[in-house]
């Protein structure tokens, strides 16, 4: 069954960086666009980042246009989630999505001095 397995989330410092990673199984990854999605603490999901099936064409929530990079790699079955100029706004679990309306469990992102 799908599979989608979360990494790279943690504690930082306003304007610092993070790299989440999404790792996949299951499916055929190359044939699916993935997406990143974020919820905070009393808030709705809302949609961070999607990527088509061959990585050529991205787009981005209005909140982290700019400073979110969203990529994959087919090879390694994985889509990573660059964050850079990290915000106390970001903070929020982040959860990678997939084909089927599969989820990830998600891993914990807090901006914070």
């Known amino acids: 069954q799908v599979q989608l397995v979360e990494s790279g989330g943690g504690l930082v410092q306003p304007g610092g960086s993070l790299r989440l990673s999404c790792v996949a199984s299951?499916?055929?990854?190359?044939?699916?666009?993935m997406s990143w999605w974020r919820q905070a603490p009393g808030k709705e999901r809302e949609l961070v980042a999607g990527?088509?099936?061959?990585?050529?064409?991205?787009h981005y929530g209005p909140s982290v246009q700019g400073r979110f990079t969203v990529s994959r790699d087919n090879d390694r079955n994985t889509v990573y989630l660059q964050m850079n100029n990290l915000k106390p706004e970001d903070t929020a679990v982040y959860y990678c999505?997939?084909?089927?309306?599969?989820w990830g469990q998600g891993t914990q992102v807090t901006v914070s001095s």
């Open positions: 990527i088509s099936n061959r990585g050529l064409s991205t």
């Open positions: 299951g499916f055929t990854f190359s044939d699916y666009s």
């Open positions: 999505a997939g084909p089927s309306d599969s």
